[in-house]
RNA sequence: GGCGACGUACCCAAAUGGCUAAGGGAGCGGUCUGCAAAAUCGUUAUUUACCGGUUCAAUUCCGGUCGUCGCCUCCA
């Protein structure tokens, strides 16, 4: 399989360091506030391809950082006067909520960045030793740029002629070189008590620090992919190498993977155009966790993904189309089998597709493509008993990658209970004897009750809205 | 200013140096049906922003034009 290195801005054949066990890591949330579909996009994509390297036969290490403390988290804690483990945790909590709803795999391992202090502590003092960093008057480690020679590879940038930008005030640290970056923050009043005792002194950690701590502690200094939205190619990623390799003198990351950001009806999410959808936000609108799922993962990760309602609504669709064609597969007959070369054509083309930088679309128009050659050589015909395990199979096995179908928890969800049985019988009785005032009262019974009655000529189906 | 991406039908979206340029949504036409709904079938790009070049052959490679977008210090 291939995917694109941001690294070398190429697809490469994918070589784990283990050759049975993959290590990724992955960029978590910042929790100070509830994750919005942008968000999700990013994890959406990270599922996609965990899902699939599991799919593969791979097992999968996965660590996921949760930044719990920042400059927003400080200011709003000071704003709301509660303490920072309050306030995180909500989110926390949330997101991890969303995730499921979601139907993303959690990560193995989830640490925070105030649970993984003292590891940071032992990094930077390891780059102050070997002279990558530099401590100032106030307290607070610098990275020292001009001492790493690779610095900007990732980002593709040259540093050295980086425009000297006239928004210092974001950092109001004084560094040697604008272009340093903040290993550790000194201690200021602002700070409230978030603050760590620590060998560097009173402070708190800066941000890229966490993730270079937290990906070795649990993946070692070596490890293979790392993850997280094109936003965090410069400055976060860029400075995790330089933080790393600098440390440890060893690589730190073989394959580099980034998704491009989420817009919401041609427009960037603002709070200003009220676009800032949270997961929430659109459940309440109707739309099935599934619908969003697919919307998400159905553009390729490496384009901008335009988020609208009229994809949620054809994403509905093609997910009721899925079931009913699974659904469809339990009605066999003793036909002979025709299906075969069928069914392992679309799977080698569902995989090739995703094994090509998890060429998404490829591989759902595989699984239609199917779907159509079927229902069009059967042409209402029944399905033979091993036609229908094959396709069956197939169809549970691409979603283990895709996760929307959920066939067989579909079809329990949607079984009556044996009075409603008796009560469709008795429609059809009605219908027989040509009774349709009645028979249109259990239809409407059954309506109220969110089931819709279908007829066709094997009789009558059902489906929950 | 520097680095980079993209422009395929009404909409979304794959693929490819040459075979009918996938698939989905929507529209239209049919099947089914007491009615309905659903499902299902068929159909919708002589053509891949525009102009040149390379080539026997380009939508695909190269150059230019126009347009859209991202990054260049803390936003997934």
New binding site residues.
Partial sequence: MQFFNTLTRKKEEFMPIDSREVRLYT?G??VYNYAHI??F??YMFEDLLKRYLIYKGYKVKHVMNLTDV?D?IIKAIYRQNISITDYTQTYKDAFFRDLETLGILRADITPAATETIPEMVELVRSLLQKGFAYTTDEGSVYFQIAKFPGYGKL????TD???K?KRVE??EYEKEE?????LWKGYKEEDGDVYWETELGKGRP??HIECSAMSTKYLGNHFDIHC????????HHENEIAQSEGATGEKFVNYWMH?K??IVDGQ??SKSLGNVYSLRDILEKGYSPEAIRLVLLN??YR????FTF??L??AE??I??MR??FK?LCNTDTSAAQFGPLVTEAEAEFDN?LA?DL?I??A??AL??L??SV??DL??RKISETDAQKIMEFMKKSDSVLNVGRYEEALKAEDLSSEEYTLIAQRLEA?KAKN?AE??RI?DLFKEKGI??????DGTTW?RS
């Fill in positions: 960029c949330p910042t942008g968000n996009r990013a920042d927003k980002a593709n940038l040259n002629e980086m425009q930008g974001n950092d604008l272009r340093d970056f903040a800066g941000w997280g939205g094109v936003d965090n190619i410069f400055p998704c950001h989420l960037k999410m553009t390729h384009q901008t993904l335009n009229e994809k609504d054809a669709k093609n009721l189309k009913s064609f469809s597709c090509d060429n679309s490829g759902v128009g239609f493509n779907m159509k229902n069009s042409e209402g219908k349709w028979a249109d239809r819709l009655l279908k007829d066709g000529p489906e």
